[in-house]
C-alpha cells in the first residue's frame, strides 16, 4: 500500500495547528508540541489568537485525575475555513441558484437543474485533471487542491484509490444542500473517468470527505 500526503503552501505557525486539527479532529497541547516541534508556549500562543477568531474551541473532560487537558478542536466557522479554492464565485453563484429555485417554486424540474450543475463542476474539474490515466489525473486533482489550501491524502490498494480531502470547499452550502455532496462525487467521477463512491462525510462527523476511486477507467462502449 502506497501512501502520500499533499504538501500545503500556508506554513504559518497558525496555519499548521489549523492542518492539525483538520486532519486528526482533535488536540491536546502535548500532542501539538510533539507534532510540530516547537514549545507550548508558542503553541498556546496561536490558539489563543485562533479561539479568538472564533476558528477553534477549546473543551474539557474531568476524569476525576486531577486537571483535565483542554481539548481543541475546529470549530464550525473554523470547518468552513478550509479552502482557498478560486472558484469562490462559483460556489456563491451555486447558492443564489438553489436560493432561487426555493424563491421562485422551481420554474425547472429539481433533477434537470441538478444534472446541469453536476455537467458543469464535472468540466471546472476536468480542466485541472488532464492526465493519460486515472493515477495522473488524481494526481493532478490532489496537487491542484493542495496549491489552494487543502490538506489530502490518498492510499492505494490492489484495485482502488482512497482519497481523503481535510476539508470542504461547500461545506457551509452542504450544510443547508446536502445535494451538493452527490454533485460533488458525479463531477468527479466524469473528471477522473473512473467510478466514484463517497465513502464518509465531514457533515456526517468524519474529519474529512473520503472517496472511493476504482483504478478502472468507466467505460464508453455501449
Known sequence: MTVYTAPQPDDSPAGKILKLLRQHGACVIKDMVERLGVTQTAVRQQLAALIAQGLVTASSVCDGR????????LSEKGKGLST????????????????????DGASQPP???LQRLSLGMSHHYAEQMRGDTVA???????????????VCEVTED???????EYGCPYYGLAQQHREVCR????????ALGAPVTL??????????CQF???KNPVSTTT
Open 136 to 150: 495522473e489525473r488524481l494526481q493532478q486533482w490532489v496537487d491542484w487542491l493542495e496549491q489552494h489550501g487543502m
Open 66 to 73: 486531577g486537571r483535565p487537558p483542554a481539548i481543541y478542536r
Open 199 to 208: 465513502l464518509q462525510s465531514q457533515l456526517e462527523g468524519s474529519q474529512g
Open 84 to 103: 482557498r479554492l478560486p472558484d469562490r464565485l462559483a460556489l456563491l453563484l451555486l447558492e443564489e441558484v438553489f436560493t432561487q429555485d426555493a424563491a
Open 183 to 190: 454533485l460533488e462525487t458525479e463531477a468527479l467521477e466524469h
Open 212 to 214: 472511493r476511486v476504482r
Open 158 to 164: 490492489s484495485d482502488v484509490y482512497v482519497l481523503t
Open 111 to 113: 433533477q434537470t437543474r
